[in-house]
């Protein structure tokens, strides 16, 4: 059987409307500020798609470029500005930041009600709980990609590849709360291939291309590929073999043009949720 694919791109597409069109009736401008520092590239990359994608959806946007050198104290006191400053609605800060920063530290910093990556310990407490939070933006797409297919994750048992903060284990608490039966694996875990060929939806987030191979799925499953990785000789793949696994997926994300889009698209989401919480208060 030949997987059908889930675009990321035409979800994105609707999704990012039917942002512009809430926007539209706000009434004022959802505000992103976004902060870099240093100038890793695909940092850089990230940052400016993300201030682009503000525009089109007709938010606000500013970008902070800090160079590299950049103490950790004018770096808090900045967020502490922009966490006082009525035009901005959801805070960035670009990850990785450079050593001498504390990153947690960081974080922490950013008001609750603008964390908008949903980083802040306090989302992820509430996350876990099942408490009102900002979504992660990457988990997050994954999940409203799921929905937009009809695919229901209740009762289904999903396998989760990847623990990190970012994305396993926040997707595994999304699915969980879909009332999934989540096994998340990771590095340790032993006879990996295993534990997927369980699965009915699997999602990796490893970052090792191609490594979740056909074999390794169940007739049938849906397969969320999170991984971007760039080979040798410059070709964007994810963590999964897409030609081996397509065979055997019922519905699959392809790399590019899968999760990827889906992540910014998010972000605005929650951009546009703080501003509608903000205008509540
Ligand atoms: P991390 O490196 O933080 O985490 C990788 C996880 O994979 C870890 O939990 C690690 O286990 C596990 N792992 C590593 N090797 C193996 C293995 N051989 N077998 C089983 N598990 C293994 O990565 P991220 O979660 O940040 O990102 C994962 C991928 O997703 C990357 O390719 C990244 O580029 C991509 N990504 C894509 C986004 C998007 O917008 N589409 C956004 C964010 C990430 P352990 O914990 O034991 O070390």
């Not at 004022?28 to 976004?34: I, Q, R, S």
């Not at 590095?187 to 056909?214: F, H, K, Y």
């Not at 696994?245 to 994300?253: F, L």
Request: with cysteine; hydrophobic share 40%.
């Amino acid at each position: 059987m030949a997987a059908k694919i889930i675009d990321g791109k035409q979800i994105a597409k609707e999704v990012r409307e039917q942002i512009k069109k809430e926007v539209a009736e706000l009434g004022f401008k959802p505000g992103l500020a976004v902060i870099l520092v240093g100038d890793d590239p695909a940092s850089q990359v990230y940052v400016r798609n993300k201030h682009k994608s503000c525009g089109e959806v007709g938010m606000y946007s500013e970008v902070h470029r800090l160079p590299a050198e950049t103490s950790q104290e004018e770096l808090l006191q900045l967020i502490d500005k922009l966490n006082n400053d009525d035009k901005i609605h959801g805070i960035l800060v670009q990850l990785p930041l450079p050593d001498h920063i504390d990153e947690k530290m960081v974080i922490d910093a950013i008001a609750l009600e603008k964390d908008v990556d949903g980083f802040h310990p306090a989302n992820v407490g509430n996350l876990v709980i099942g408490d009102d939070c900002y979504y992660p933006c990457t988990p997050h797409g994954c999940m409203v990609m799921l929905e937009k297919c009809g695919i229901d994750p209740k009762g289904k048992k999903a396998v989760v590849v990847g623990r990190s903060n970012i994305v396993g284990k926040p997707v595994a608490m999304m699915l969980l709360a879909k009332h999934a039966t989540v096994t998340i694996c990771h590095s340790r875990t032993q006879n990996l291939a295993e534990e997927c060929r369980q699965a009915d939806i699997l999602v990796a987030a490893v970052g090792r291309p191609e490594m979740i191979t056909g074999d390794m799925i169940k007739e049938g499953a849906v397969v969320i590929d999170v991984g971007i990785n760039r080979t040798e000789d410059g070709k964007l793949v994810g963590d999964v073999h897409f030609e081996s696994a397509k065979e055997k997926a019922s519905w699959i994300t392809p790399v590019p043009g899968g999760v990827g889009p889906m992540t910014i698209t998010m972000l605005l989401q929650n951009t546009l949720e703080a501003a509608k919480r903000s205008a509540k208060k």
